[in-house]
């Protein structure tokens, strides 16, 4: 009987599969918006083969080898140099610098692949140089540098690129200095001390052009087999912007000339005492390893021939590696979509300003939240950016992650602040149809890249290239090397050592590994 009955009992139903959330907005369900997310994630990240690592390759070898010879002609810049290579160039959001200076390019359209190189002019890394950081006269996040401190070898050498400020001091500074008494020598810490002999940033960028221009004139008139074809060279406020045609590929480079510091500065000592996502990931001295000064003054009024603005790119670098793959994925979406809105025209928004809600986000969140394994994470995150995004727009403040006092959208005007929020509200009530804009025009991208290397690969016989192509090598070492490198550090940037005397020895790093 107990069999029989057993027999008869109603089975327990099946699972019911649970419902993918949905957007109240838009009405998507965030399991459609994280398959567009993923899939849009990894048609830009394309395919990254051999072929393709040896092209970037040979760019980067023409970039060093260019810088080696502005080195060696001009003098100027550090003869073993430290660069910083992050991928993606400056429209990408790598860097904060004013957004209407950036140039216009498009991915498929104008390049392939694109990096942005710090070029340091100026290299302050010996502790026992003394460094002043004028910000008397500067908004948060920027300051003047006066080399009035550094040995009669520096001032030499940039002269050309320093400036006396012409204004007449105070009345209470002519009495403070004649207090001081004509024989005595003005403290660190007095206002005397820091004034004349000013770095312009505008004096350098145009310095930085001028040479850059004549280096890559000098390598145009004796082109080499297997070497990469400069195809554009522009300028596009501080940054000069190179195309190079590598075989198939279109390799943008945005070069920027800054100052480069280690330790941190006195003004961002507070960053360090706060609570961050990234405690206990890496440690403080990676996170601290040190900043920049970029040639970029404040758009609220401020001074381009004095100006420069503090940028950590370096701890940003380290603090990538900490965000939990979710919010990366959502990160990437964000920009393909916010790219083509902010585009044209540039209204006082970047990239970076996304870039710097993501740290924010990363410290105001629970990680559980953020690596979260639901199908349905990526989409709601990216709904969250935008949202986030949005915010700060309509308040027209967004906080440096590093200088939280600089609000980085004080610039705004309300017309500019209502056009971005309308921009961003069309965005947001269809953030499918947008995705799926984007998921097109990286398509396309990646289609006009194919048609490109198709073209490239049909002049000559097999294995002969003309003089802009790559020489395929002999043995796939070399091949395989870079391909391992770049599938086990993707998106990662890259510090490079270069000494132009010996460029055949290994000379660039990613994170403490040199190859």
Request: proline share 7%.
């Amino acid at each position: 009987m107990d069999s029989l009955m057993s027999a008869v009992t109603p089975r327990s139903p099946a699972p019911v599969k649970k419902l993918s959330e949905v957007d109240f907005r838009s009405g998507a369900t965030l399991e459609q918006l994280s398959a567009q997310v993923s899939e849009l994630v990894l048609l830009e990240q394309g395919e990254f083969g051999d072929q393709t690592a040896l092209e970037v390759h040979t760019a980067k070898d023409f970039i060093f080898n260019m810088l080696g010879l502005v080195q060696k002609v001009d003098q100027r810049l550090p003869v073993a140099n430290e660069y910083l290579l992050l991928s993606g160039g400056a429209r990408e959001g790598v860097l904060d610098l004013n957004p209407e200076d950036l140039g216009n390019y498009a991915k498929g359209a104008d390049f392939d692949l694109d990096f942005t190189l710090l070029v340091p002019a100026l290299k302050l890394h010996d502790r026992n140089q003394p460094v002043t950081l004028d910000m008397r006269h500067s908004p948060p996040c920027h300051s003047w540098l006066s080399l009035r401190l550094c040995d009669s070898n520096v001032l030499s050498r940039w002269n050309i690129c320093c400036q006396e400020e012409n204004g007449l001091p105070t009345e209470e500074e002519e009495e403070e200095e004649a207090e001081m008494g004509r024989g005595s020598i003005p403290s660190l810490g007095s206002p005397q001390s820091l004034d004349g002999c000013y770095f312009s940033p505008s004096l350098v960028t145009d310095w930085f052009w001028g040479v850059v221009s004549e280096a890559v004139e000098e390598l145009r008139r004796s082109p080499q087999r297997g070497i990469p074809t400069p195809e554009r060279l522009e300028r596009n406020g501080p940054l000069t912007t190179i195309i190079l045609q590598a075989g198939s590929s279109r390799v943008l480079y945005d070069l920027l000339p800054v100052v480069s510091f280690r330790g941190w500065p006195a003004v961002a000592q507070g960053w360090l005492t706060a609570n961050h996502f990234w405690d206990g990931k890496i440690t403080e001295e990676e996170a601290i390893s040190g900043f920049y000064l970029l040639p970029c003054c404040s758009p609220l009024g401020g001074r381009p021939d004095r100006e420069w603005r503090l940028a950590f790119s370096r701890s940003e670098v380290q603090l990538k590696k900490c965000i939990p793959f979710p919010m990366a994925q959502a990160f990437q979406a964000a920009k393909a979509v916010l790219a083509r809105i902010l585009a044209r025209p540039r209204t006082g928004l970047s990239l970076y300003h996304l870039r710097t809600l993501l740290f924010w986000a990363c410290d105001r969140l629970p990680a559980a939240y953020l690596s979260c394994s639901d199908a349905d994470t990526p989409g709601r995150l990216l709904l969250g950016l935008l949202d986030d995004l949005a915010h700060c727009i309509l308040g027209k403040n967004c906080p440096n992650y590093f200088l939280p006092q600089c609000n980085m959208l004080e610039h705004l005007t309300d017309s500019q602040a209502l056009l971005l929020a309308r921009k961003l509200a069309h965005v947001r009530s269809d953030p499918s149809e947008h995705l799926r804009a984007a998921l097109d025009q990286a398509q396309q991208a990646g289609q006009l890249k194919k048609e490109l290397a198709t073209s490239t690969n049909g002049h000559g016989s097999p294995g002969h290239h003309p003089a802009n192509g790559i020489i395929s090598p002999s043995d796939d070492k070399l091949a395989q090397r870079l391909q391992q490198l770049v599938t086990e550090n993707p998106g990662k940037s890259i510090s490079v050592f270069l000494n132009p005397d010996d460029v055949t020895r290994p000379h660039f790093r990613i994170d403490d590994k040199f190859y």
